[in-house]
Nanobody, 126 residues
Framework: QVQLVESGGGLVQAGGSLRLSCTAS????????VGWFRQAPGKEREFLAS????????YYADSVKGRFTISRDNRKNTVFLQMNSLKPEVTAVYYC???????????????????WGQGTQVTVSS
């Protein structure tokens, strides 16, 4: 079973950038579709971006399209989320998650992701 650990969160000023990392152990992450999500206090968890295990196709929520980029580095067993032009309203805990191994790509369907990391806090100051 794959285990996921997020890193790279922190405090950044509005307009700045961060790159989040989702590093796997216990299995090869290239066999899994991986998604990024965020959850702000008092709000539901929100889908941001996903990358398929086959051909590394990508899919984005409209709210982040053009500003966020999801990618893989299989040598590091890691999926990244590059976030640019950050705004204070995106302050939240950011999570990565993996769908079951070799499963159909769930894209933005949150309940299809089976394995979750513990999250990393991203705070954007105005």
């Amino acid at each position: 079973q794959v285990q996921l650990v997020e890193s790279g969160g922190g405090l950044v000023q509005a307009g700045g950038s961060l790159r989040l990392s989702c590093t796997a152990s216990g299995d090869t992450l290239s066999s899994y579709a991986v998604g990024w999500f965020r959850q702000a206090p008092g709000k539901e968890r929100e889908f941001l971006a996903s990358i398929s295990w086959f051909l590394d196709n990508t899919y984005y929520a409209d709210s982040v399209k053009g500003r966020f980029t999801i990618s893989r580095d299989n040598r590091k067993n890691t999926v990244f989320l590059q976030m640019n032009s950050l705004k204070p309203e995106v302050t939240a805990v950011y999570y990565c998650a993996a769908a079951p191994r070799y499963s159909q790509w769930p894209q933005g369907t949150i309940n299809e992701y089976a394995y979750w990391g513990q999250g990393t806090q991203v705070t954007v100051s105005s």
